[in-house]
């Protein structure tokens, strides 16, 4: 237990709560890894493993297999923030275009219950660019069907249904039927998870903004004293215990620590919400962070974890937990698909059984209805 070590880390690419599961189950399944917990609303993924027998490149190869991201770099915030913002850009675009296309697609097909096969046509080409922009589920969740997970699995089956009847609509009227498509199902549950993962990615941006407003509190460069005596500025990652760093009057102190010579007036107000600067002489212990009023200091470099960067640490730990509900729900996610799947075949086998061969198309008509009508996505996304 002394060895191991916890960490939360950013992760990308995940669309609904399944995706999530599959990220916990990954990592968890993982030698050398004793706890995991994916938090689907955070983007996060809180971590507990032994050092010695993992690394977070080996936890990274083994998401990215499953067709997810971890950010496990050394400005893993700033960078996952960054990265967030960007697909939120992008997932703006996708949104607006399926409802620019999905629409059309839904207004059409209530007009016409019975399309001709030239409509079926307009609507086939209008229902293509949303699968584009829903792309992202496709990937993902086809990867998740090779490690005997699924998601998105009945806007496939719709589709690839519809298609068939839009190529080989004579199989259906050979059969006395009127071939049916569901291109309005597809477009539409596409449209609607991308605008809750919009909604969801808009939140998020409030709460990264507030953890970026942490983060910026702490100045990025320090002004490291060698044993000459010689000042240069350096990154605060490349300073060790025992270095000495100068600080200058109006500067933030770059790193926790104690001072060395000098003394002060330090404004503590971000770390103790006293407006009263408080004065700082040799032997007093200074926080990241925190404004230097008045006079020059050297300071002798306490460490990396800083009091600043556990506040950081914290409220990202605090969203990474999961409350009690969130596991039930990713519990019955899932099995969901699974549970789906076997009652779309048991109302195909159902009709065979009772109707014999001879309605095998009633019975086909119904088991994909099963699935049309039970996105998994849709209780992901609730």
């Known amino acids: 237990r002394d060895s191991m070590e916890k960490r939360v880390i950013p992760v990308l690419e995940m669309s609904c709560?399944?995706?999530a599961a599959t990220v916990e189950k990954t990592v968890r399944e993982l030698p050398g890894v004793e706890e995991a917990s994916v938090n689907f609303s955070a983007n996060t993924l809180q971590v507990v493993y032994d050092p010695d027998k993992i690394s977070l490149k080996d936890m990274q190869a083994a998401v990215s297999a499953?067709?997810?991201?971890l950010v496990i770099s050394e400005n893993a915030e700033a960078d996952a923030i960054d990265a967030e913002h960007r697909l939120y850009l992008d997932l703006r675009r996708r949104t607006i275009g399926a409802w620019s296309f999905g629409l059309p697609v839904m207004v059409l097909s209530m007009i016409f219950h019975s399309p001709s096969q030239i409509l079926t046509w307009i609507l086939l080409a209008l229902t293509l660019p949303v699968l584009y922009w829903g792309r992202s589920f496709y990937v993902s969740g086809w990867k998740a069907v090779k490690r005997g997970r699924a998601n998105m699995l009945s806007t496939a089956v719709s589709f690839l249904f519809s298609l068939f009847s839009t190529i080989y609509p004579h199989f259906w009227l050979s059969l006395g039927l009127v071939p049916h498509v569901y291109y309005e199902a597809v477009a539409m549950i596409i449209a609607f998870v991308l605008s809750g993962k919009l909604l969801e990615a808009r939140a998020k941006q409030s709460t990264s903004a507030?953890?970026?407003?942490?983060?910026g509190l702490q100045p990025k460069t320090a002004r490291l004293v060698g044993k000459d005596g010689e000042e240069k500025d350096v990154?605060?990652?490349m300073l060790r215990p025992g270095d000495t760093v100068s600080v200058r009057p109006g500067e933030k102190i770059p790193v926790d620590g104690t001072v060395l010579e000098g003394g002060s007036y330090v404004d503590e107000s971000m770390i103790s919400g006293e407006s009263e600067a408080v004065k700082k002489q040799a032997g007093d212990r200074v926080l990241a962070g925190t404004l230097n009023q008045r006079g020059a200091f050297l300071l002798n470099v306490q460490g990396a974890d800083t009091?600043?960067?556990?506040?950081?640490?914290?409220v990202q730990e605090a969203q990474g937990s999961k409350a009690p509900v969130q596991g039930v729900v990713d519990k019955v996610?899932?099995?969901f698909v699974p549970v789906v799947i076997l009652l779309s075949i048991l109302t195909f086998v159902i009709w065979i059984a009772v109707a014999g061969w001879n309605m095998f198309p009633y019975a086909l008509l119904t088991a994909v209805s099963v699935l049309v009508i039970a996105c998994p996505c849709a209780l992901g996304l609730a």
């Open 333 to 335: 996610s899932s099995v």
């Open 66 to 69: 499953a067709g997810y991201d």
């Open 17 to 19: 709560a399944v995706c």
């Open 307 to 314: 009091v600043l960067a556990r506040m950081v640490r914290m």
């Open 210 to 215: 507030s953890i970026r407003s942490l983060m």
């Open 235 to 237: 990154p605060i990652a």
